[in-house]
């Protein structure tokens, strides 16, 4: 299996600064058949469902601000959150779907400073 | 309006049985491959089991094969996970889940609770 590892486990950050969230995987999820990486960034607030932010590491889900963006190829890879939000405390998560079975990283938390 | 509704959920003794179901609306189910992954309390998401969109093909996590079934029932839009022989490590919110083209998941249940206890 895929093991994807998230840092830090947790961070806090001032309202208006960039929060930065670091996902390895232990093996390339690219594909280099069609050049994509097969990584997703989920964002889970408190008693809620996951929502899924960023496919193929980088392109963002209909809807989600701007301020979310992630970056990387291979094995490593970042979401940044530009300018932090109150409603953007939450736990994310990455996820590869590369390889069987699909495997996520243990999470971040992100709260505010 | 777009959305999954898991049902099913509730506290069962360990070795017990249970069926969650997964009603999805607003899209065409038949279209999408299915997972159900589960989250312990406190803990991440983990990935139980798939489904493509006909049901013939079925993958499972190895903590839960030969004790559960995914299966699912496109005339009447729903889910299933039939869940045997149960233990305490089997207590988690179980989502079912929609899977975009290639393998992200693109939509989210609310989740139906599942707790193991005597």
């Known amino acids: 299996d895929i093991v994807m590892t998230q840092s830090p486990d947790s961070l806090a950050v001032s309202l208006g600064e960039r929060a930065t969230i670091n996902c390895k995987s232990s093996?390339?999820?690219?594909?280099?058949?069609?050049?994509?990486?097969?990584l997703a960034w989920y964002q889970q607030k408190p008693g809620q469902s996951p929502k899924l932010l960023i496919y193929?590491?980088?392109t963002r889900e209909s809807g989600v601000p701007d301020r979310f963006s992630g970056s990387g190829s291979g094995t490593d890879f970042t979401l940044t959150i530009s300018s932090l939000q109150a409603e953007d405390v939450a736990v994310y998560y990455c996820?590869?779907?590369?390889?069987?079975?699909?495997?996520f990283g243990g999470g971040t938390k992100v709260d505010i400073k | 309006e777009v959305q999954l509704l898991e049902s099913g959920g509730g506290l069962v003794q360990p070795g017990g049985s249970q069926r969650l179901s997964c009603a999805a609306s607003?899209?065409?189910?038949?279209?999408?491959?299915m997972y159900w992954i589960r989250q312990a309390p406190g803990k991440g998401l983990v990935w139980v089991s798939s489904?493509?969109?006909?049901?013939?093909?079925?993958t499972y996590a190895d903590s839960v094969k030969g004790r559960f079934t995914i299966s699912r029932d496109n005339a009447k839009n729903t889910l299933y996970l039939q869940i045997n022989s149960l233990r305490a490590e089997d207590t988690a919110l179980y989502f079912c889940?929609?899977?975009?083209?290639?393998?992200?998941?693109?939509?989210w249940g609310q989740g139906t609770l599942v707790t193991v206890s005597s």
């Open positions: 093996q390339s999820v690219l594909n280099s058949s069609n050049n994509k990486n097969y």
């Open positions: 607003g899209f065409t189910f038949s279209h999408y491959w």
């Open positions: 996820q590869q779907f590369f390889g069987t079975p699909i495997t």
């Open positions: 193929w590491a980088s």
């Open positions: 889940a929609r899977v975009a083209g290639a393998g992200a998941i693109n939509l």
């Open positions: 489904i493509d969109y006909d049901g013939s093909v079925t």
